[in-house]
């Protein structure tokens, strides 16, 4: 399964964890990602997507009809 953000396209990055002593140790970091049933009026159903914690507080201010357009 991808770990990708269907609205904002966020994608896990890849970086360092720095120790105090400096050490480097290459770690994946992953976006805050959940699974989520949205309902789409347009056509009657539920849907379920996979969206960030900062793409569910986007849809509850703008409403749906963005994530209708993008799961076409």
């Known amino acids: 399964m991808s770990k990708v953000c269907?609205?904002?396209?966020?994608?896990p990055k890849y970086g360092?964890?720095?120790s105090h002593a400096n050490n480097h140790v290459r770690t994946r970091f992953e976006p805050n990602l959940h699974?989520?049933?949205?309902?789409?009026?347009e056509e009657k159903r539920f849907v379920k997507v996979k969206l960030t914690a900062k793409a569910m507080k986007?849809?509850?201010k703008t409403g749906t009809?963005?994530?209708a357009k993008l799961i076409k």
């Open 16 to 18: 360092n964890t720095v």
């Open 6 to 11: 269907v609205l904002t396209g966020k994608r």
């Open 58 to 60: 986007i849809l509850s």
């Open 35 to 41: 699974t989520k049933r949205i309902w789409i009026e």
């Open 65 to 67: 009809a963005d994530l």
